[in-house]
């Protein structure tokens, strides 16, 4: 993903323990998981989105750009 800058999205939390923007550390527990939103039962919703502009603030403009985020796992 030569040029474009990722960004993450961590849906149907219970509670958020960093602000946006900030660094967070390895294992750093940055929420837990929840029932919010339309879902059934806790879970933890993940997308990882790549886009050009790395001062975007509107994931809408990114949806085009959604990517699996198992490609970033692989080894």
């Given at each position: ?61 990114m949806i085009s750009n959604r990517m699996d985020p198992v490609v970033l796992f692989r080894r």
């Amino acid at each position: 993903l030569q040029n474009y800058h990722l960004f993450t999205i961590y849906a149907h939390l219970n509670s958020i323990d960093v602000s946006q923007g900030q660094t967070v550390d390895p294992n750093q527990r940055i929420g837990t998981c929840g029932n919010t939103g339309n879902s059934e039962a806790a879970h933890l919703h993940l997308e990882i989105r790549a886009w050009n502009n790395a001062n975007e603030t509107s994931t809408g403009r990114m949806i085009s750009n959604r990517m699996d985020p198992v490609v970033l796992f692989r080894r």
